[in-house]
Nanobody, 125 residues
Framework: QVQLVESGGGSVQAGGSLRLACTASGSTYSGNCMGWFRQAPGKEREGVAGIGLISGVSHYTDSVRGRFAISRDNANNTVYLQMNSLKPEDTAMYYC??????????????????WGQGTQVTVSS
């Protein structure tokens, strides 16, 4: 069983930055893709960014492209989400996800096998 643990959430003013981290632990994770999702109250879970752990190829939803950057540290089974120029509409619970096979869109939640518990990001105006 794979456990994903997120960290780095918090409160920040608009225009600020945060860096989220997600570390996979438990059984050795040998999957190939990880991603970040977010869910605001009353809204559906949204794919934010995804990355291939071997290829390093990344994808972003349009609303964060140019402001957020996803990266990975394969040696430590950790994926990061650097969030810059944060906006109040970025406020949400952010979840890390992992899948064994990089099949399908990296921004669709149903394609992922494992999920973290989430970390809250709050951006004030």
């Amino acid at each position: 069983q794979v456990q994903l643990v997120e960290s780095g959430g918090g409160s920040v003013q608009a225009g600020g930055s945060l860096r989220l981290a997600c570390t996979a632990s438990g059984s050795t994770y040998s999957g190939n893709c990880m991603g970040w999702f977010r869910q605001a109250p009353g809204k559906e879970r949204e794919g934010v960014a995804g990355i291939g752990l071997i290829s390093g190829v990344s994808h972003y939803t349009d609303s964060v492209r140019g402001r957020f950057a996803i990266s990975r540290d394969n040696a430590n089974n950790t994926v990061y989400l650097q969030m810059n120029s944060l906006k109040p509409e970025d406020t949400a619970m952010y979840y890390c996800a992992a899948k064994l096979v990089c099949r399908g869109s990296s921004l669709i939640a149903s394609t992922y096998d494992y999920w973290g518990q989430g970390t809250q990001v709050t951006v004030s105006s």
